[in-house]
């Protein structure tokens, strides 16, 4: 059966604004209406589309493991959605020109990994303008997605910007652990239709773990989609 189903996302938003939810405007801006009615419908004769989830990589590229995990997810005819910062993208522009080359989608991460406080905005926004303008200069196409670095975000920089934030609620914290089964069934186990699953492309055991979780997904009937299927379409 395949549920309707919204992600709901919360971004921490610095400064005076507080903690904000973005369950309406993900509702408004998703528009997101499901054709699946008691695990029966079909459409135009046929049965419906198979569930979506996406996969992100936080922190690269890196001039190994993201070349295996490119390779791997040509095989499997898979697309992610990258979110890369400007130092790494400005080093290995070759991996950037590759994931645009392949179908994959490419967001912004920050030049240096940086954590917006109330006291580094400016820095912030100047880091995010110099990291679109390193991608464009590579793929030629304008960057519309931020992954904030732990999530913390100033919601007027939407407007300041054109850039949509996108956060995730499946993360397994493959950063801090080498453990590949483990890893695979904390995503396998949590995984759901329209999810967004966090992990990074610059560990080893992250990129093996990464493909074991799309084959075992895709086992289940699971679609991999860039983000802004999931939140778009």
Known sequence: ???????????????????????????SATNYITSAINGEEEVNGSEADSPKIAITFDDGPHPHYTQQLLDGLKDRDVKATFFVTGEHAEEYPDLIRRMNEEGHLIGNHTYSHIQLTNGNRQT??????QTNEIISQITGK????????????????????????????????DWCSDNVSCIVTK??????????ILMHDCYDSSVTAALQIVDELMAQGYEFVTVDEILFD
């Open 1 to 27: 059966m395949i549920a309707a189903t919204v992600l709901l996302l919360t971004a921490v938003v610095v400064g005076t604004m507080g903690m904000v939810s973005y369950r309406e405007q993900i509702l």
């Open 124 to 129: 912030y926004k100047e880091e995010l303008i």
């Open 142 to 173: 304008e960057v519309l997605f931020v992954r904030p670095p732990y999530g913390s975000w100033d919601k007027s920089l939407e407007k300041d910007l054109n850039m949509f934030p996108v956060l995730w609620n499946i993360d397994p914290l």
């Open 187 to 196: 995503v396998c186990s949590k995984a759901g239709e329209n999810d967004i």
